[in-house]
């Protein structure tokens, strides 16, 4: 079973930021934070991850708070190519890879 | 950066029919590959873990002599749906991850398949 727990749908004005949030309140100590996101019949894209400090990339910011029970996946310009679904996993630093997809939040850029 | 492919990307075929599904890792060597399923408007479902060079680890409700895995290489996995019904109609998609145990995985863009 998945370990996060997400909003099924948020939207988001274009050009806006879109901030999607994530509970992971079981989360260990060695498990880091990913997101995904799946856009319509496609694979899923890797986003970002981040293990307690806050990270950021080229398309995203993830924000984990001190105690590590919850992220929030920040899109600071979100465009109409946004739009998707997006799964926070948690996953653990030893053992097994795999990844462990709970039912995500699907997100709507609006124009 | 590191590239997934997976081939067909669509498939139909006859109730009955065997299919074989590739997954290849383009730049990087995967021991572990992932198989996963995704029937419409829900997520993904793992079915297995494909290691390369040993048997496959198959979830719990997954049959292991429906969907053959191989993994006979560091770039290379199959997935063969045998006799397949129209039940086995899905999206497959595949993943691999690069051996650094913190690096993403890296994800095929998917087999949508068929059954008639």
């Known amino acids: 079973d998945a370990k996060t727990t997400q909003p099924p749908s948020m939207d988001c004005a274009e050009g806006r930021a879109a901030n999607l949030p994530c509970n992971h309140s079981?989360?260990?100590?060695?498990?880091?934070v990913y997101w995904y996101r799946q856009i319509h019949s496609q694979g899923p894209q890797y986003i970002i991850h981040g293990l307690k400090n806050n990270e950021t990339n080229e398309m995203a910011s993830l924000i984990i708070t001190e105690d590590r029970k919850s992220s929030t996946l920040i899109l600071p310009h979100a465009t109409l190519r946004d739009t998707a679904v997006y799964y926070c996993i948690v996953r653990a630093l030893q053992g097994a890879q795999k990844l462990v997809f709970g039912q995500g939040t699907r997100l709507t850029i609006n124009p | 950066g590191a590239v997934v492919s997976q081939h067909p990307s669509w498939v139909i075929c006859k109730s009955g029919t065997s299919v074989k599904i590739e997954c290849r890792s383009l730049d990087f060597q995967a021991t572990t590959m992932f198989w996963y399923r995704q029937f419409p408007k829900q997520s993904l479902m793992l079915m297995a873990t494909?290691?390369?060079?040993?048997?496959?680890?198959?979830e719990q409700g997954v049959e292991k002599d429906k969907f053959l895995i191989n993994h006979a290489s560091l770039t290379l996995s199959t997935l063969t749906v045998t006799s397949a019904h129209p039940e086995d109609s899905s999206f497959y998609i595949c993943s691999a991850g690069d051996r650094g145990l913190v690096q993403p995985q890296h994800f095929g863009d998917g087999t949508r398949l068929s059954i008639l």
């Open positions: 079981t989360i260990s100590g060695n498990e880091y």
């Open positions: 494909s290691n390369e060079g040993s048997k496959a680890t198959y």
